[in-house]
């Protein structure tokens, strides 16, 4: 099987990169965390400069932006943990008693990607293999908690033709621990591929909307992290020099269309959580537990936070 070995290949720590992150911007108090589940995009411009919406696959569910091209595909995260070495006898991935001459595949040295992928946690002694690919459909519910035993099996025939240790069967020395869930918001494909998209916000006529001030960022499918940091930096000097020609055409390839809502009938902020917030404020936050903060309010400050961002990245 053909594929890419990462011989100098590293390990992006999402968890860590994104306290970097957040740590550059609120540490210097340059930006503020608020938690609120977005409504209405008029609501947000009667108090903000600019908003650049950056709400990931359901981004379309946002009153006002059903037009957005995107699609969400749900994907799962498998981690194998060491198990027992045995026959592979139980059929069950590993629980029987374990064999005196059977040895354990080893872990893979590098970060292997052809297709799926296959990830040593050195730190954790765990092998991190992804992702599923579960479209909407029948059965298929995006919202649904991880399934390590479902997942694990939907990923293991290709993924074992990576690594070993994954094989279908057990008996390799790891089994399926745990899994994390996710939804991706795909594009269409460009020319140049599946690229995320960037834009101003229009009407279906083609008009600048919101007087220019509402911007995009969506569609980062299943590899937005590499996209995001070099992307947000042409996005913050579109916004603030309001130059669509900023971003690069392959991004701003499609129209990102704004139909037209009610401007008066706001829904209140549902919850609000920051480091100001006042006990109030914060009592509802768990209302607005799966909603991070989607709207950048850009200020004269936002190329300087955005460059920040990219330091850290
Ligand atoms: C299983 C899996 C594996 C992946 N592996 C990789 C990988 O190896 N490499 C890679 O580069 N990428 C990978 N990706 C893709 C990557 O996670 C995405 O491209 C990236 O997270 C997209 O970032 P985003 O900020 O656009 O959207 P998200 O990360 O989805 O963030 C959007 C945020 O907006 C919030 N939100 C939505 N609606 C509202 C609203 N109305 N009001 C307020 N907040 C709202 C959501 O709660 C969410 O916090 C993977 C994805 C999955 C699912």
Not at 56 to 65: E, F, K, N, Q
Not at 66 to 87: C, E, F, T, W
Not at 102 to 117: F, G, R
Request: hydrophobic content about 45%.
């Amino acid at each position: 099987m053909g594929g890419i070995e990462l011989r100098r290949g590293v390990v992006v720590d999402m968890p860590r990169l994104l306290a970097g992150l957040w740590g550059g911007l609120l540490g210097g108090g340059r930006a503020e965390w608020v938690h609120r589940r977005v409504e209405s995009i008029s609501h947000l411009l009667a108090t903000h400069d600019a908003l650049i919406l950056t709400a990931g696959a359901t981004a379309a569910s946002i009153p006002g932006l059903a037009g957005l091209p995107i699609k969400p595909v749900r994907g799962q995260n498998v981690y194998y943990g060491r198990a027992p070495v045995d026959d592979g006898g139980d059929g069950g991935g590993g629980g029987g008693g374990g064999s005196p001459t059977a040895t354990a595949v080893p872990p893979p040295p590098l970060p292997l990607l052809c297709k799926k992928y296959v990830i040593p946690k050195a730190a954790a002694d765990e092998v991190l293999v992804g992702a599923t690919w579960e479209h909407p459909g029948p059965g298929v519910d995006l919202a649904a908690p991880p399934d390590v035993a479902a997942a694990a099996a939907a990923l293991a025939d290709e993924v074992a033709g990576l690594w070993g240790g994954a094989a279908p069967g057990g008996g390799t020395g790891w089994r399926p621990v745990r899994a994390v869930a996710g939804v991706r918001g795909l594009p269409p494909r460009g020319p140049a591929g599946a690229l995320p998209l960037a834009n101003v916000l229009t009407t279906s006529d083609g008009e600048v909307a919101h007087g220019g001030r509402a911007w995009a960022f969506v569609g980062l499918g299943s590899r937005g992290i590499l996209y995001a940091a070099l992307i947000a930096g042409e996005l913050a000097t579109a916004v603030t020099t309001a130059n669509v020609a900023a971003l690069c055409p392959e991004v701003r390839r499609l129209p990102l269309v704004a139909t037209a809502t009610s401007t008066t009938a706001a829904t209140p902020a549902t919850a609000v959580n920051t480091n100001t917030a006042d006990a109030a404020d914060a009592a509802d936050a768990a209302d607005a537990a799966a909603a991070a903060a989607a709207s950048a309010a850009t200020t004269a400050d936002s190329a300087e936070a955005a460059a920040a961002a990219r330091g850290h990245a």
